[in-house]
């Protein structure tokens, strides 16, 4: 856990850092797998239009029991996968989902669209792009999209690994 949390700094006081893989024609983020290359989330915030249905991969739709309503299609890309985290660029549809025990802790950096979130029992919470927030593993609430919606994750490898992403 403590390579985790340190990770997870790692990569917030390097908002700014060099050294991210930019295609030189396409301005898409390259996969990433050495341990000496790091994220630049300006590079992604700056160039996340190029991540779209067309360049990321559809996933199944959501399971009926969680959709309350929208669209919901969604779309995923990994952008980094090293020894401890995994990196991905995630989109939706509009929509809401019923979440009811999220099954691993996720960074979470808001890229296009917003989202607010409703842990039972709270406020909800809205982030716009920009915005980073963590969600905790067994979130339960809702998490609603009311328009399109994209955004980088981060989660430890074992668990996204064993969820079978």
Known sequence: MKKLVSALLLIMCC????GIKVGEKEGIVSSIDTKRDFM???TIQKNHSSYNEKTLTALPSWP????LHGDLRQWEKVVYKGEELVGAIWMSKPGKLKVDGYPYDQFVLVLDGKVKLQPEGENEKIYFPGDVFFVPKNYAGTW???TDYKELIVVERKAW???GE
């Open 64 to 67: 009926e029991k969680y959709k």
């Open 40 to 42: 630049n989330f300006n």
């Open 161 to 163: 690994d064993a969820f």
């Open 144 to 146: 609603d999209m009311p």
């Open 15 to 18: 908002l700014g850092c060099k």
